[in-house]
T-cell receptor
Framework: EDQVTQSPEALRLQEGESSSLNCSYT??????LFWYRQDPGKGPEFLFT???AGEEKEKERLKATLTKKESFLHITAPKPEDSATYLC????????????FGKGTHLIIQP | NAGVTQTPKFRILKIGQSMTLQCTQD?????MYWYRQDPGMGLKLIYY???????DKGEVPNGYNVSRSTTEDFPLRLELAAPSQTSVYFC?????????????FGPGTRLTVL
C-alpha cells in the first residue's frame, strides 16, 4: 500500500526565516511526486512534479528536491503570503492512478 | 479557460437524501477524478475515469456512483446520504502524458449531512 507522511504537521516561522518541509513516501514504482499548495476553503494548487531521485525544481521562494525515500520543500526567506497548507502526493506506476496524499503541513509566516 | 469548475459550493443534506455533485473541465483532459478531504486527513480517491464511458473505483467508493458521458463532465452521485459523507469533495482532471500527468483541482464542494 502506498503511503505518504508529512512533517511537521504545523510550522510557524517569522518572515524571512527559511525552513524545510518533509515528505516521506513508500510507493510501488514511483511515477511522480507532487507538491500542492492549499489555501483555506480552496482546492489544491499545483506547485511541482518530481520524477526521479536527484531532481530539483524551483519557483520563486520554493525549491523542491527528491530522494528515493523522501522529498523536501525548502522555503527561502518566506513572506506572510506563503502561509498555506502544503500537500505532498505520490502517483504509482499506472497511467491513470489517483494520487496518494499526505495530511499536509500547515505553514504560518508571521510578519 | 476556467479549468475545473464544481457546483454547488456548499450543500446541506438530510440523512437519506440524494444529490449530484457537478464537475466540468474545459481543458480537454481525458482523465478525471473525485476525491474527498476530511479534517486532518489527506485527500482520498473515490472514483476516477480515463475517458467517456469508462470509470473505475478508487480507495473509498462505497456510497457513491459516477458516470462519464462526455469528456468535459464527471458528476458524482450520492444516493442515500449518511453523516459519514460529510466532507469536502474535490474534482480533478489531467491529460495523459508519457511521463506523468499533473492533476488540476477544482474549488471543491463542502457537503454537510445532518
Amino acid at each position: 500500500e502506498d503511503q505518504v507522511t508529512q512533517s511537521p504537521e504545523a510550522l510557524r516561522l517569522q518572515e524571512g526565516e527559511s525552513s524545510s518541509l518533509n515528505c516521506s513516501y513508500t510507493v510501488s514504482g514511483l511515477r511522480g511526486l507532487f507538491w500542492y499548495r492549499q489555501d483555506p476553503g480552496k482546492g489544491p494548487e499545483f506547485l511541482f512534479t518530481l520524477y526521479s531521485a536527484g531532481e530539483e525544481k524551483e519557483k520563486e521562494r520554493l525549491k523542491a528536491t527528491l530522494t528515493k525515500k523522501e522529498s523536501f520543500l525548502h522555503i527561502t526567506a518566506p513572506k506572510p503570503e506563503d502561509s498555506a497548507t502544503y500537500l505532498c502526493a505520490v502517483q504509482a506506476g499506472g497511467g491513470a492512478d489517483g494520487l496518494t496524499f499526505g495530511k499536509g503541513t500547515h505553514l504560518i509566516i508571521q510578519p | 479557460n476556467a479549468g475545473v469548475t464544481q457546483t454547488p459550493k456548499f450543500r446541506i443534506l438530510k440523512i437519506g437524501q440524494s444529490m449530484t455533485l457537478q464537475c466540468t473541465q474545459d481543458m480537454n483532459h481525458n482523465y478525471m477524478y473525485w476525491y474527498r478531504q476530511d479534517p486532518g486527513m489527506g485527500l482520498k480517491l473515490i472514483y476516477y475515469s480515463v475517458g467517456a464511458g469508462i470509470t473505475d473505483k478508487g480507495e473509498v467508493p462505497n456510497g457513491y456512483n459516477v458516470s462519464r458521458s462526455t469528456t468535459e463532465d464527471f458528476p458524482l452521485r450520492l444516493e442515500l446520504a449518511a453523516p459519514s459523507q460529510t466532507s469536502v469533495y474535490f474534482c480533478a482532471s489531467s491529460e495523459y502524458r508519457a511521463h506523468t500527468d499533473t492533476q488540476y483541482f477544482g474549488p471543491g464542494t463542502r457537503l454537510t449531512v445532518l
